[in-house]
């Protein structure tokens, strides 16, 4: 298995920036298809983006597309989650999660979860 890290969150104002890092160890020689969920208060954790292992390939839920970017960094084990145009439905726990194979926009495939990082968008 992978141990995964995720750093980068905080505060922010409505219509502001962060990026998140994802941090693997372990067996990160292995091809793992990334994901980045979130989970609001009172809400299911839900997907937010995926990205193959090549990075090639990347998908996103309906309501960050086109705010949000994924993009990998496979010397760095390191993904990222640049997130734009934030806005206060954005606030939740961030969670980074790791799969053999391609990617997968329901959890259920992801056998590996960092601890998550709290977004916090004020309006």
């Known amino acids: 298995q992978v141990q995964l890290v995720e750093s980068g969150g905080g505060l922010v104002q409505a219509g502001g920036s962060l990026r998140l890092s994802c941090a693997a160890s372990?067996?990160?020689?292995?091809?793992?298809?990334m994901g980045w969920f979130r989970q609001a208060p009172g809400k299911e954790r839900e997907f937010v983006g995926a990205?193959?292992?090549?990075?090639?390939?990347?998908y996103y839920a309906d309501s960050v597309k086109g705010r949000f970017t994924i993009s990998r960094d496979n010397a760095k084990n390191t993904v990222y989650l640049q997130m734009n145009s934030l806005k206060p439905e954005d606030t939740a726990v961030y969670y980074c999660?790791?799969?053999?194979?391609?990617?997968?926009?329901?959890?259920?495939?992801?056998?590996?979860w960092g601890q998550g990082t709290q977004v916090t968008v004020s309006s």
């Open positions: 990205i193959s292992w090549s990075g090639g390939s990347t």
């Open positions: 999660a790791a799969k053999l194979g391609v990617p997968d926009v329901s959890e259920k495939g992801f056998g590996s």
């Open positions: 372990g067996r990160t020689s292995s091809r793992y298809a």
